[in-house]
Structure formats: structure tokens, C-alpha cells
């Protein structure tokens, strides 16, 4: 409460000489006296030559920089979708019938040299299987026919 008391005594104080204190017109040269001129004039420079520069620069930026790039990338945009998009739609579409085309060699040349093969190998198996008899007679029967067949051949050519 000693402090509460103290407080009061003042706050009454203060109210009582409030008219003996009132403010004069003066100017008085304290120490803010000095960073209010000061920043006086720095927001004249901030107002007047480096706004008037910064305008500036923000003008030839955009002309200088952005338009070219934007332009640029405008540019590069554009040859994106004409040529390359393009191109790779065409390599595609040129895979899929490379791709068509092998599967159809696969399957009808090279698959179907091998089925031949294997025909003609069962059709000659067979074939040689009714020729090799094991019989003395049959062999000799086969190389008399084909002696004749050369001899025969030779007199006819």
C-alpha cells in the first residue's frame, strides 16, 4: 500500500502544477533534434533520386530482362510443341509399326523356317526309317538301283 500511496501523492501532484508546467512554444535542440533532420532528409533522397532511380531501373529491368525473356521462353515454347513434340510423336508411331513389322517376321519367317525344318526332319525320319531295315538284302537292293540310276544318267548325258 506504500507504494499505492506514493503513486496517488504524485499523480496529485502532477494535476495541481499541470497549469504551472504547461508547454511553451520553443524549440528546443534535444538529442532527437539531430535523427529528425536527419531523417528528414533521408526520406527526401528516398523519395526524390532513389525513387526516381529505382523507377528507372525498374523500367529498363522489364524491357531489358522480362520482355526479352518472356519472349524467349515464348519462343522456346512454341518449337517445344511444333518440332520436338512432333518428333517424338512420329518415333513413336514409326516404333509401334518397326515393332508390328517384327513381330510379323517372328512369326511368319523365322518361326516358320523352323516349323519347316521340323516337317521336313519328321517327313525324312519316317521316309529313312522305312529304308534302314536291317536286312543285308535291302542294301545291297539300294546300291544296285542306285548304280543304275548313275550309270543310266551318265549315258543319257
Known amino acids: 500500500t506504500a507504494s499505492l500511496g506514493i503513486l496517488m501523492f504524485t499523480a496529485l501532484g502532477f494535476f495541481l502544477l499541470l497549469k504551472t508546467v504547461a508547454p511553451h512554444r520553443t524549440v528546443s535542440v534535444d538529442i532527437d533534434w539531430f535523427y529528425r533532420k536527419g531523417s528528414e532528409v533521408f526520406m527526401w533522397f528516398a523519395r526524390a533520386p532513389f525513387a526516381t532511380a529505382d523507377s528507372i531501373w525498374a523500367e529498363v529491368y522489364n524491357v531489358g530482362i522480362l520482355k526479352p525473356k518472356d519472349k524467349l521462353a515464348r519462343l522456346c515454347w512454341r518449337f517445344d510443341v511444333r518440332v520436338i513434340d512432333t518428333i517424338v510423336n512420329r518415333a513413336a508411331w514409326l516404333t509401334r509399326i518397326a515393332a508390328w513389322l517384327s513381330h510379323k517376321f517372328d512369326i511368319y519367317i523365322?518361326?516358320?523356317i523352323v516349323n519347316?525344318?521340323?516337317t521336313i526332319v519328321q517327313f525324312n525320319?519316317?521316309?529313312?526309317?522305312?529304308l534302314q531295315t536291317g536286312y543285308l538284302q535291302h542294301y545291297v537292293l539300294i546300291i544296285i538301283f542306285g548304280l543304275l540310276l548313275v550309270i543310266g544318267g551318265v549315258f543319257l548325258f
Open 125 to 130: 525320319t519316317g521316309l529313312w526309317q522305312r
Open 110 to 112: 523365322v518361326d516358320g
Open 116 to 118: 519347316s525344318m521340323v
